[in-house]
């Protein structure tokens, strides 16, 4: 059974504009509506980030795999991890740690899944910009995206949830 926790809604219109394809780049480049790039110019609340910093920021998914989906990203338009520099690699590394303490303090998260896909082969769903997803997990998660495709979708829930992991960030 699910346990209740601060992110008890997921956000299906949007996993549905995704699956239409919607937002999606046009091209490799960085000007072919790349969204990771993009986001940084946007304010917080609008890109929804959670937390920017020198080389590296955190942003909300989406299109979460699981409710407080993040990702962490450079801001460079870079596709291979082996194409970081120190700086991006350690910052990277360093907001994948915050990332989890923020969701653990935030949610209650038990567990998480963490990784990236390089490449569309391999399942990147946005190739050309590099990101590492972090997708939070609690014991029954399985069986919550069936309960939760009932309840009504706010779209205040993506700001609400940014709001709450933004001040969990430490
Ligand atoms: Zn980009």
Redo the contacts with the bound molecule.
Sequence with gaps: MHEPDNFDRLWTPHRMAYIKGENKPTGSG?EDG????EIPKLSDEDGLVVARGEVVFAVLNLYPYNSGHLMVVPYR?VSGYDELDVAEMTELGDFTQRALRALRKGSGAQGFNVGMNLGHVAGAGIA??LHQHVVPRWGGDTNFMPVVAQTKVLPQLLHDTREMLAQAWE
């Design positions: 960085a790349c969204p990771f790039c338009h050309a910009h």
